[in-house]
């Protein structure tokens, strides 16, 4: 795992361990608002398929409606995550940290409501039902530590999923997201085998 002490994070919130694939779908967080919250999602485009450039199309704008038809669904949608990890472990980022990504929507976190304006987005590129690979897990253990390591009040109690701040609308990670592995490598533990 990197050194979190290492300086991996600029200070617009670029990590450069990361692709740079800018978005639109970013704006300023409200003034003296630092990031707090660490949100986990995943994200696959068409659902259930992996690979293809899809997901940065969608969160640049530039996915084609008539490439595939749920696609069509997604026409004039305007998405984002600050970081997306890969089935091969690729990190991705669209978003600076410092920067407001626009992944939580409408969610609250321990009654305070508007998650984007105070979180980071990670999306896993994956699927509720489908297991994460390994290296997803190792990578996000990587990047969870360096972002902590900028942000120290985002605590393992200030690392949640979607499902939890949009219940009844958002169900990802979803339940083959395991907890307990992402938790046990970020405590510098071996993940309990099966």
Known sequence: MTDPSASAIDSSGRLSIARWLPSPNADQRPPGIAPDLLVIHNISLPPGRFGGPWIEQLFQNRLDPSAHPFFARLAGLHVSAHLLIRRDGELL???ELERR????GRSAFEGRRECNDYSIGIELEGSDEIPFQPVQYSRLAEVTALIQARY?????ARITGH????????????????WD???ALLSGEPPARP
Not at 101 to 104: D, E, G, M, R, Y
């Open 93 to 95: 980022q669209f978003v």
């Open 101 to 104: 990504a626009w992944h939580a």
């Open 152 to 156: 120290p009040a985002i605590t393992p």
């Open 163 to 178: 499902q939890d701040i949009a219940p009844g609308r958002k169900t990802d990670p979803g339940p083959a997201f395991d």
């Open 181 to 183: 592995r992402y938790r």
